[in-house]
């Protein structure tokens, strides 16, 4: 799996949006692109995944670049309960043996 | 949803016990996984599971084994726990949608603390 690199922490007003870059240059084609979070003391929770194009669901928005070497996620309005841990993975068929390293700590000030 | 139940939240154990450590899930999801997470470290994988009766070593199995004798439970087993063994457990599914992406699904984790 292609490795990935994340700032260590981030803060962000309450009520902005949130954008976390993620940098994966040595991505390959059928790797796709997840973001977790973690709140302290939960196990990893789900946000989002893409292949090429730029998704969004209600969590989030993820955006890749044209050659997918990066990608953003985005919280459209960061609350209080977003302040967590986030980690960029990318990975092929199976997750289950994906790296999650110490991703980023996003602080959401009030 | 999928849900993924870790029996015990937190637990303290003494050096040599024999400690177990459960993982249900509602679903009949065939990838099941176990992880620990210490603080620097990030996630290493313990062992996996792709089916009943089935298990595959990750990165980090020393000190640890696995039961799967039914799919929806999987178990993490230290025969005699140390103090380095001390760490979140955290247990995941895998689940694969239609366009072949893989999403983990994890439990709220079990801390462990082998005093």
């Known amino acids: 799996d292609a490795k990935t690199t994340q700032p260590t922490s981030m803060d962000c007003a309450e009520g902005r949006a949130a954008n976390l870059p993620c940098n994966h240059s040595t991505i390959s084609g059928n790797e796709y692109v997840y973001w977790y979070r973690q709140i302290h003391s939960q196990g990893p929770q789900y946000i989002i995944h893409g292949l090429k194009n730029n998704e969004t669901n209600e969590m989030a928005s993820l955006i890749i670049t044209e050659d997918r070497k990066s990608s953003t996620l985005i919280l459209p309005h960061a609350t209080l309960r977003d302040t967590a841990v986030y980690y960029c993975?990318?990975?092929?068929?199976?997750?289950?043996?994906?790296?999650f390293g110490d991703g980023t700590t996003l602080t959401v000030k009030p | 949803d999928v849900k993924v139940t870790q029996s015990s939240r937190y637990l303290v154990k003494r050096t040599g016990e024999k400690v177990f450590l459960e993982c249900v899930q509602d679903m009949d999801h065939e990838n099941m996984f176990w992880y620990r997470q210490d603080p620097g470290l990030g996630l290493r994988l313990i062992y996996f599971s792709y089916d009943v009766k089935m298990k595959e070593k990750g990165d980090i199995p020393e000190g640890y084994s696995v039961s799967r004798e039914k799919k929806e439970r999987f178990s993490l087993i230290l025969e005699s726990a140390s103090t380095n063994q001390t760490s979140m457990y955290l247990c995941?599914?895998?689940?694969?949608?239609?366009?072949?992406?893989?999403?983990?699904?994890f439990g709220a984790g079990s801390r462990l603390t082998v005093l």
């Open positions: 993975i990318v990975c092929g068929f199976d997750a289950g043996k994906s790296t």
């Open positions: 995941a599914i895998g689940t694969s949608d239609f366009s072949g992406a893989n999403v983990l699904t």
